[in-house]
């Protein structure tokens, strides 16, 4: 009772939950510190990029938006790129090299813009 309006999640979705909670406890957090430590952005990409493709397969929390933006951050030169936040909605955070910023912030705003026309285009960065 209580006016939840809160489904109950299955048994599938509680094992999928369970398998990304593992996933990025035991396998993708500590390689991205060791890529950070090593300053190693290849491998620092390559375990980000698992890490969004957990989140999209295994809680199904990304919107269609958020998940194109990391994957064309990657597709412009970032080091590495995920969505964030509450799920159903929320950020992507990307990155990049000191130098390259405004570059690549004018180069991931017209990808989008491409993508998903000005008016869904009201993205801010910094």
Request: charged share 30%; proline share 1%; aromatic share 12%.
């Amino acid at each position: 009772k209580g006016g939840s309006s809160r489904r109950a999640f299955s048994f599938t979705e509680l094992c999928k939950r369970l398998e990304h909670f593992v996933m990025e406890n035991y396998v993708v957090i500590p390689r991205v510190c060791s890529a950070f430590k090593h300053r190693d952005y290849e491998e620092l990409g390559k375990w980000v990029d698992l890490s969004q493709d957990l989140a999209e397969k295994l809680l199904g929390n990304q919107v269609e938006a958020t998940v194109a933006l990391a994957k064309m951050a990657r597709e412009t030169g970032a080091h590495a790129a995920s969505a964030f936040g509450a799920g159903f909605g929320g950020s992507v955070w990307a990155l990049v090299d000191r130098d390259k910023v405004e570059t690549f912030v004018v180069d991931w705003k017209k990808s989008y813009k491409a993508r998903f026309g000005a008016k869904q285009a009201d993205v801010a960065e910094f």
